[in-house]
């Protein structure tokens, strides 16, 4: 294990993830830190020369639909659906006094 993690750096981590970690507790979170860093060096080891930079793994693409106007007179339909309708609109119950 190239990278050997304090008990400072433990301690300093659990204050900002505001854990009370036990001694056995802090021990594990050193060897896991440990491999953790281990196998980031190893990804720098990797050779990425040629690769392009991506921000996914898969082609993403804009999969929106287009946004089309449609200017229809559709009220009667739509109040057609309310319990109740007064002036066009729908009428609801009163929610305060």
Do not use: W
Request: proline share 4%; with cysteine.
């Amino acid at each position: 294990m190239a990278n050997i993690i304090s008990d400072e750096t433990i301690e300093y981590v659990g204050i900002l993830a505001k854990l009370e970690l036990s001694e056995e507790q802090k021990e594990q979170a050193k060897k896991d830190m440990g491999r953790m860093l281990d196998y980031i060096d190893k990804l720098g080891e990797l050779d990425t020369e040629g690769v392009e930079p991506m921000s996914h793994v898969f082609p993403v693409q804009n999969v929106f639909r287009e946004d089309v106007v449609t200017n229809c007179d559709t009220r009667e339909e739509l109040l057609s659906n309310a319990p109740e309708e007064k002036d066009g609109m729908f009428m609801v119950p009163r929610t305060f006094e």
